[in-house]
């Protein structure tokens, strides 16, 4: 289960105040605003519990651990990491309009919010190019089931371009463009 976070309001990768004239919780009645949050909290509090699972039965099942299941592994970890730290912090912001917590914490949020996403995205990717080598290479891809070093290489090479692709770039904007974080 993956809910992309990375789809904020400030569209520029900065940590400034919502672009719209109202904030959404003007827009809401404290009823629907209650049950907007408690829907928010049950979504990630899912994510993680069904990641969590996941982690755990691949630790637990020594049959689960071949090849393709490494990739699984790695996007439970990067969407288990999106439901821990980007939902909860995206939480109040979705449902004030503004960021409450700091221009650091911003800067932090927008940096992870990007490479995990990222890192899910791409592990969906090389998901879906393993399953196509698995029907196309069937012979030769049965031959590699037991060859875990090309799995890990891909699963590290996955962080690392995520890494390279938000996280200098991104930072590097925020600070540069010296926005911060509206404070409540």
């Known amino acids: ?6 789809e ?3 569209t520029d990768g900065t940590c400034n105040e919502t672009l719209s004239t109202q904030s959404p919780s003007s827009e809401f009645s404290l009823g629907v605003l209650v049950l907007l949050a408690f829907l928010m909290v049950l979504l990630a509090l899912v994510t993680i519990l069904g990641n ?8 637990m099942d020594r049959n689960l651990r071949h090849r ?5 592994l790695n996007l439970a970890i990067s969407d288990f990491a999106v439901g821990v730290f980007c939902m909860p912090l995206y939480i109040p912001y979705s ?6 917590l700091g221009r650091g914490v911003c800067k932090l949020w927008l940096a992870m919010d990007y490479l995990l996403c990222t890192a899910s995205v791409f592990n969906i990717v090389l998901i879906s190019y393993d399953r196509f080598l ?3 290479k069937a012979v030769s891809y049965r031959a590699q089931q037991g060859i875990t ?3 890990v290489i891909k699963m590290v090479a996955i962080w690392f371009f995520a890494f390279l692709l938000y996280c200098p770039r991104k930072s590097a904007a925020a600070a540069g463009q010296g926005r911060v974080c509206a404070a409540g």
């Not at 969590?52 to 630790?59: G, N």
């Not at 393709?68 to 699984?72: C, D, E, K, R």
């Not at 449902?95 to 409450?100: P, R, S």
């Open 1 to 6: 289960m993956h809910s992309s976070t990375a």
């Open 8 to 10: 904020t309001p400030h």
């Open 52 to 59: 969590v699972l996941v982690i755990l039965a691949f630790i």
């Open 68 to 72: 393709s299941n490494y990739f699984f």
């Open 95 to 100: 449902l004030t309009g503004k960021w409450h």
């Open 134 to 136: 698995s029907v196309t």
């Open 149 to 151: 070093s090309n799995p």
